[in-house]
């Protein structure tokens, strides 16, 4: 059963960073992309950014680029989002999520973790 472990999150100042982790386990994920989400009160939940695990390739959302960065640490089986530059509508709950690579919706979830980001 794969299990999905989000921790990094907090109250920061706008202008600072957080970097998350997602910590996987109970599969191999060589043919998976890892993206991590984020859902603010009232909003859909947004794609913010994926890394295919096999060779670290990143995308992003228009909306974080430039300002997070995705990477992923094999032997740890973790992936992080460095976020900097963090804005007051950041905040949200942020989560991670895997999908296998010829599959285009995300399978298995993260609980989530809460990023604030005071004014």
């Known amino acids: 059963q794969v299990q999905l472990v989000e921790s990094g999150g907090g109250l920061v100042q706008a202008g600072g960073s957080l970097r998350l982790a997602c910590a996987a386990s109970?599969?191999?994920?060589?043919?998976?992309?890892m993206g991590w989400f984020r859902q603010a009160p009232g909003k859909e939940r947004e794609l913010l950014a994926a890394?295919?695990?096999?060779?670290?390739?990143?995308c992003y959302a228009a909306s974080v680029k430039g300002r997070f960065t995705i990477s992923r640490d094999n032997a740890k089986n973790t992936v992080y989002l460095q976020m900097d530059s963090l804005k007051p509508e950041d905040t949200a709950v942020y989560s991670c999520?895997?999908?296998?690579?010829?599959?285009?919706?995300?399978?298995?979830w993260g609980q989530g973790t809460q990023v604030t980001v005071s004014s």
């Open positions: 109970g599969g191999t994920f060589t043919d998976y992309t």
């Open positions: 890394i295919r695990w096999s060779d670290g390739l990143p």
């Open positions: 999520a895997v999908r296998q690579n010829n599959i285009y919706k995300y399978q298995y």
